[in-house]
T-cell receptor, first 109, second 112 residues
Framework: QKEVEQNSGPLSVPEGAIASLNCTYSDRGSQSFFWYRQYSGKSPELIMSIYSNGDKEDGRFTAQLNKASQYVSLLIRDSQPSDSATYLCAVYRTYKYIFGTGTRLKVLA | ETGVTQTPRHLVMGMTNKKSLKCEQHLGHNAMYWYKQSAKKPLELMFVYSLEERVENNSVPSRFSPECPNSSHLFLHLHTLQPEDSALYLC???????????FGPGTRLTVT
């Protein structure tokens, strides 16, 4: 079992729709959770961080954390073609940062 | 300069060469990191420095040698690399270990 798992996709959504990206993790001791966006050939760019159970909203993005079920999700409202990228889920626990392989999102105009 | 910068952006080196990658953060952070990103594989954490002390070394071969002379600068010294070491090397920084990281643009390394 991978420590951080994501569906590799691609996840295709029409422009203006909600994109839902999911991530599960295996270590219950995980403390911090992050979503990054990575365009092809570029470095990861932070979208959201979340540290406690519940929802956290920032503009069109909402991160959701459920520690009991060990999953974290990212919702992108009003998806735009510029949101087309690979979305990386990352988890931190005591000096260890574990990244998932990423979900490729395609927003169709 | 703002954010996290890395030099060089591209590097081609032979297996017998010695080279160094440089990272500088302009964010006032106290933790810095080196990652390796290979095609079709997740980001791999290589080294973690907090307050200029190395706190994690994830079983990285000794041909990679990090150096953190102060909280703003991080180096990765390379020697006797193998072709499988070709990858994108990313530097990141954060204000504290548990908090979000900010990445530099990366160095694309090719070992011939």
């Amino acid at each position: 079992q991978k420590e951080v798992e994501q569906n590799s996709g691609p996840l295709s959504v029409p422009e203006g729709a909600i994109a839902s990206l999911n991530c599960t993790y295996s270590d219950r001791g995980s403390q911090s959770f992050f979503w990054y966006r990575q365009y092809s050939g570029k470095s990861p760019e932070l979208i959201m961080s979340i540290y406690s159970n519940g929802d956290k909203e920032d503009g069109r993005f909402t991160a959701q954390l459920n520690k009991a079920s060990q999953y974290v999700s990212l919702l992108i409202r009003d998806s735009q073609p510029s949101d087309s990228a690979t979305y990386l889920c990352a988890v931190y626990r005591t000096y260890k940062y574990i990244f998932g392989t990423g979900t490729r999102l395609k927003v169709l105009a | 300069e703002t954010g996290v910068t890395q030099t060089p952006r591209h590097l081609v080196m032979g297996m017998t060469n010695k080279k160094s990658l440089k990272c500088e953060q302009h964010l006032g952070h106290n933790a810095m990191y080196w990652y390796k990103q290979s095609a079709k594989k997740p980001l791999e954490l290589m080294f973690v420095y907090s307050l200029e002390e190395r706190v994690e070394n994830n079983s990285v071969p000794s041909r990679f040698s990090p150096e953190c002379p102060n909280s703003s600068h991080l180096f990765l010294h390379l020697h006797t690399l193998q072709p499988e070491d070709s990858a994108l090397y990313l530097c990141a920084s954060s204000q504290g270990l548990v908090y979000e990281q900010y990445f530099g643009p990366g160095t694309r390394l090719t070992v011939t």
